[in-house]
Nanobody, 124 residues
Framework: QVQLVESGGGLVQAGGSLRLSCAAS????????MGWFRQAPGKEREFVAG????????YYTGSVKGRFTISRDNAKSTVYLQMNSLKPEDTAVYYC?????????????????WGQGTQVTVSA
């Protein structure tokens, strides 16, 4: 089992920045690729960003490329999502996820383990 707890969400004006954190506990964090997903009201959950277990490979959905950066600190068992130039359409609940296979996160859009989510609201 892997337990994931997100933090760092909040209300920000368009053009602003937020940094989300996801602290992991349980099984060895460094063994797991990680990802961030989001779900806006009335919409399906979507993949946002993913990172390999080593941090050497990162993946992004097109709408956030150049604005969001995913990173991880295996010594702290934490994955981050730095979000810059935020837009109102980025408003959603953001979820951290872990899975043994990066393909599952990036291509299949799902994962074995999920956090409880953190709300991000971007005002116009």
């Amino acid at each position: 089992q892997v337990q994931l707890v997100e933090s760092g969400g909040g209300l920000v004006q368009a053009g602003g920045s937020l940094r989300l954190s996801c602290a992991a506990s349980g099984r060895t964090f460094s063994n797991y690729p990680m990802g961030w997903f989001r779900q806006a009201p009335g919409k399906e959950r979507e993949f946002v960003a993913g990172i390999s277990w080593s941090g050497g490979s990162t993946y992004y959905t097109g709408s956030v490329k150049g604005r969001f950066t995913i990173s991880r600190d295996n010594a702290k068992s934490t994955v981050y999502l730095q979000m810059n130039s935020l837009k109102p359409e980025d408003t959603a609940v953001y979820y951290c996820a872990a899975d043994p296979k990066v393909h599952t996160i990036v291509v299949d859009g799902t994962a074995d383990y999920w956090g409880q989510g953190t709300q991000v609201t971007v005002s116009a």
